[in-house]
C-alpha cells in the first residue's frame, strides 16, 4: 500500500515546509517560474476542451482537465505560493520554521509564479494572434471573457464584488492546499495523482478564484486587447483573491490539518499505531 496515513503525512508536510524555507533564492524564482507557466499551459487547455459546451459540461470538462498543470508541478516538486501557503504554516505552527522565512519563500515564489504566468499569458498572446497581426479567435476571445468577469463584474458591484472576490479566494485555496498536502499522501505517482485531482478539479469547475490562475488569464486578456486597466485587475482581483488565498491555505488547511492531526512528538504514539484527535 502506498498510501500515507494523516500523523505521518503531517510530518512529511512540515519537512517539506523546512526545506522550503532554505531554498536558494534563485531556486525560488526559477521554480516558482516554472509553476507559473505550467498553471498558464493548464488554464488554457482547459479553456480549450470547454468551448462552446453547456454550462454543467463546460464545468466538468474543464475541472477534469485543470489538474494536469498541478499535477506536473507536484511530481516535479516545484514551487507554488497558494500550496506553501498551507505547507510553512505548518512549520510556523510546529516552531520549525521561522516567520522571516516563510515570508521569504512566500514573496519570492510569488513573484517567480508572476514571471511564468506571464511569460506563457505573452507567448500564448502572440502565437493566437499569428503576432498581433490578427484577431485571438475563440481560445482569446474566451480568456478576454474570464478575465472580464474576474475584474469589471466585481467593480460593478463595489464592496460586495471585491468581498466576493476574497471569499472565493478563501474557497479555492482551501482546495488547492489541500491538494498540495494530498500529493504527499502517496509514494506513487499514480497515487499522487488521483489524488491531487479531488481538490483541484472541485476548486475549477466551480469557477473559484486562484490569484496565480489570474495571473495569466487577467493579463494575457489585457495583451489581447481587453478593456481592463491594471489598477482594476490589482483592486478588484490579484489582492483580494491573493489574501483570500492566504487565508484558505494557512489556516483551513495547513493550520486546522495539524490541529488535527498533530501533537507533540512525545505523545504522538506513533508507535503503537494510534490514531489523534481532533480537538476542535
Known sequence: MDHVQPLELMEKVEAAGRKKAGLHTRNMLFLGFLSGALLAYATAFAFK???????????LVSGAVFPVGFAMIVLLGLELVTGNFAVLAVGVAHGTVGYR???RNWCWVYLGNFLG?????FLLAFALTEGFSQGAGPLGAKIIAV????????????????????V??????????????LGMGSTSTTGKIAAIWLPVSTFFA?????????????PTAIILGADISVGQWLAWNQIPVTLGNFLGGSVLTGLLLIHCFKVPRRETGLEHGRASDCRL
Open 168 to 181: 472565493k479566494g478563501i474557497l479555492c485555496n482551501w482546495m488547492v492546499a489541500l491538494g498540495t498536502v
Open 117 to 121: 504566468a506571464l511569460f506563457v499569458g
Open 101 to 103: 522565512e516563510t515570508l
Open 49 to 59: 476542451a470547454s468551448d462552446g459546451l453547456p454550462g454543467g459540461m463546460a464545468a
Open 206 to 218: 466551480l469557477a473559484l478564484e486562484h490569484s496565480v490562475v489570474n495571473m495569466f488569464v487577467i
Open 147 to 166: 478575465a472580464q468577469s474576474k475584474t469589471l463584474n466585481y467593480e460593478h458591484a463595489g464592496v460586495n464584488g471585491w468581498l466576493t472576490a476574497f
